[in-house]
């Protein structure tokens, strides 16, 4: 049945409130305006952002809302003026927009684009309208794309086409998860051959900045978390030893530089807490080492630490989304991974129904799961 030019009813996972479990709905889903693109979401991973969502610890949020923004579809229909896509086009959905006319996307060295939510609020499309209701409320969208929704409008500013041949279950991790943890590697840290690592976090995002320093080369790959069920996947993607800070006295930057013979040459961050976030930067080398930051802290924190860390010559980095721009990158990441040069595959540890995704987002808190596919 044709339904471009109509409104679709679907199932979509709404948060009505912060705090409360997600509600599976029935929502209306408008038809794409001008630049707009609707999709059909086939798959969708559970990520630590969308627990911010649910827990209202994530900036400029308006409820209700549909989360969701580790996605992957087929386009059903397009609006005016899109070029990039078509129907029946395999698609990811991108969390962080290339817009490619702002000053972040014309910058070679950049890939955080002026329109992603923490520059302008991406709770309503672009003129500031929603193309969700549900029981006669107008429905927020969360970053443009909403992928809880069985179908879902984004501008096309934030969606990328991919391989026709590529599995919609599998790739659906390139969206955020793996990207944003092996592009910290690659990319933002550009770890070179024989270097040493320590990764702090070992959910999926770490565990991506695990396949990342092994890919660059690193000889001493060092995870550190506080649950010790975690340390095989590691040690099986690339670590090679895992240390939980709680088997210890002293603090773990401490141990650290001990293990390291003064440090290591890269840390990352990806637990998202301010504390964890020093002490990843006092473990590096100092005068050569680097941290990068990529877990996304509470709201409204702030990060009190020894300038000394940072004047005796040791580098602090952010990373968004594995410095990755976007569109033209997320393709060839799936690309990447059809010709077998890496395997996020391993990272997917539970597989759900869509009626049972409030399962896995306990999973996901409990630290029973690295990556919850729906």
């Not at 929502?27 to 693109?37: D, L, Y």
């Not at 800070?245 to 990352?268: A, K, W």
């Not at 300038?307 to 721009?325: A, C, D, E, Q, Y």
Request: hydrophobic fraction near 35%; charge should be neutral.
């Amino acid at each position: 049945m044709d339904t471009s030019g109509k409104v679709i009813k679907c199932r979509a996972a709404v948060a009505w409130e912060v705090g409360k479990p997600l509600s599976i709905e029935e929502v209306e889903v408008a038809p794409p305006r001008a630049h707009e693109v609707r999709v059909k979401i086939v798959a969708t991973g559970i990520c630590g952002t969308d627990d911010h969502v649910l827990k209202g610890s994530f900036p400029n949020i308006d409820y209700p809302v549909i989360p969701g923004h580790e996605g992957a579809g087929i386009v059903e229909s397009i609006g005016e003026g899109v070029t990039g896509v078509k129907p029946g086009d395999k698609v990811i959905p991108l969390c962080l927009p290339q817009c490619g006319e702002c000053s972040s996307c014309l910058n070679p060295d950049a890939n955080c684009c002026l329109k992603t939510h923490l520059c302008e609020p991406q709770n309503l499309m672009p003129d500031k309208t929603s193309r969700f209701t549900c029981k006669g409320k107008q429905i927020h969208h969360f970053l443009w794309i909403s992928t809880f929704s069985e179908y879902t409008v984004m501008p096309d500013s934030t969606i990328a086409r991919i391989d026709a041949a590529a599995p919609l279950d599998k790739v659906c991790l390139l969206a955020c998860g793996f990207s944003t943890g092996y592009g910290a590697a690659i990319n933002t840290a550009k770890v070179k051959p024989g270097s040493t690592c320590a990764i702090f976090g070992l959910g999926g995002v770490g565990l991506s900045v695990v396949i990342g320093c092994k890919t660059a080369g690193a000889s001493q790959i060092i995870g550190i978390d506080i649950n010790k069920d975690k340390f095989t996947k590691a040690k099986e993607v690339g670590a090679t030893e895992c240390i939980n800070p709680r088997d210890f006295r002293q603090p773990i930057q401490e141990v650290l530089t001990e293990m390291t013979g003064g440090g290591v040459d890269y840390s990352f961050e990806v637990v998202g807490d301010v504390d964890t976030m020093t002490a990843a930067l006092a473990s590096c080398h100092m005068g050569s080492g680097t941290c990068v930051v990529i877990g996304v802290p509470a709201l409204g924190s702030h990060i009190p630490f020894d300038p000394m860390l940072l004047l005796t010559g040791r580098t602090w980095k952010g990373s968004i989304l594995g410095g990755w721009k976007t569109k033209d990158s997320i393709p060839k990441l799936v690309s990447g991974y059809m010709e077998k040069k890496f395997n996020p595959d391993v990272l997917i540890t539970h597989t759900l129904p869509f009626e049972k995704i409030n399962e896995g987002f306990e999973l996901l808190c409990a630290g029973k799961s690295i990556c919850v596919r729906g």
